[in-house]
């Protein structure tokens, strides 16, 4: 599979990509409390830069937007000239990279913000789980605050400020976290989304929180320099609606008409599956979206090459893979066997134990 058409050239709107193969948006935890990208992270991505594209951790793009330790934001000017030295590596290493802007909506908790206020969501509906990790242990899942409607365009704004920052840090582009149960999912979901306003009730009231703020950063990335990320089969952060089908249906359909880069979408079902109905493909979602559909979870070089070479998808995001091989392209071109996987103990370790301690190979 050397010469499969995984490893070939594609262009993705004014981007030549050398091929494929995408590093997929992973939280690796290493920005510390103070939030600011650093020389370990710039290696892990410049170790990294054989992939066509790179695709940022999630990137918190407010303080109201955060909901995990030791991840970077782009909401202050520190974070914006810290952000240049990672990308300024990674083009110096013949990489591209996008930030992935990041608001974690319900999943999060009153202790991640200094004025302890609660999590905001399209509607009061915690998640259903044991715990989850804060600055101040684990802790039980709280109810989230319904933003009211007249606040819904000052988060639409931090969007848009936050994809300056990234334009002017260095970024080739940017993608919208849509996927996961986080902010934007959240609204996108009749499970989350119980609102009686404009944006809620219909599938078209739904998708408006999102029609806004891709708008609001295409107003400073042109179209082709903006992705979305949607999960429609997923359970993760206690996610799964009736109607999936006909929402991101709906969503494909209306991103397309924006003109953007890329639809990133976790088709795959390696981290569960909501069973509430048959799974979408990429074959179901390829007629609905015009521009680059990358596929992503849980595939193999084999099945990556068949989604590509199948025309089901122009492009495939490997993320655990990647954690453990970052010469990943190189040992799939030369056939070259796998480091094993990395334990998920110390994915999230403060130093390189996890991170940028994985060997290339020595062929």
């Known amino acids: 599979m050397a010469n499969g058409k995984l490893l070939s050239a594609v262009t993705m709107g004014s981007l030549s990509l050398k091929n494929r193969m995408a590093l997929a948006p992973m939280t690796r935890a290493r920005a510390g409390a103070e939030r600011l990208p650093n020389a370990r ?6 170790d990294r830069a054989s992939a066509g594209l790179l695709i940022s951790e999630g990137v918190a793009i407010s303080e109201q937007a955060l909901g995990w330790i030791g991840s970077p934001g782009i909401y202050t000017a520190a974070m914006e000239r810290a952000w240049q030295d990672v990308t300024s590596a990674v083009h110096q290493a013949g990489g591209v990279i996008f930030a992935q802007l990041w608001h974690c909506g319900r999943a999060s908790h009153h202790s991640f913000r200094a004025d302890n206020s609660l999590a905001v969501a399209p509607s ?44 002017r840090a260095g970024f080739d582009g940017i993608e919208l976290h849509g996927a996961n149960g986080y ?5 996108l979901q009749s499970k989350t989304n119980q609102r009686t306003d404009q944006y809620g009730g219909s599938v078209e009231n739904r998708f408006r929180f999102l029609r806004e703020i891709v708008a609001a950063v295409t107003s400073v990335w042109s179209a082709d320099r903006v992705g979305v990320r949607l999960s429609p089969n997923g359970v993760y952060n206690d996610m799964g609606s009736p109607d999936f089908r006909e929402s991101f249906s709906y969503a494909a359909k209306e991103l397309s008409q924006f003109g953007l880069g890329y639809l990133h979408v976790m088709d795959g079902l390696a981290f569960g599956f909501h069973q509430l109905g048959e799974p979408m493909t990429l074959a179901e979602l390829r007629p609905l979206f015009r521009g680059t559909l990358i596929g992503n979870c849980g595939y193999t070089q084999a099945t990556a090459e068949a989604a590509v070479s199948a025309g089901h998808a122009d492009m495939i995001a490997f993320g655990r893979p990647f954690i453990s091989n970052p010469d990943l392209v190189e040992r799939f071109a030369h056939g070259w066997p796998l480091n094993p996987d990395a334990e998920m103990a110390a994915w999230y370790s403060p130093g390189d134990e996890g991170y940028n301690d994985f060997p290339k190979h020595q062929g």
Request: hydrophobic fraction near 40%; aromatic fraction near 10%.
């Open 41 to 46: 992270m710039a290696q892990y991505y410049c």
């Open 124 to 167: 009061a509906i915690a998640i259903k789980g044991d715990y989850m990790h804060t600055p101040i242990g684990k802790q039980p899942y709280e109810v989230p605050r319904a933003l009211e409607t007249a606040e819904i365009p000052k988060v639409v704004e931090d969007y848009r400020q936050a994809a300056e920052r990234a334009k």
């Open 183 to 187: 902010l934007i999912d959240s609204f």
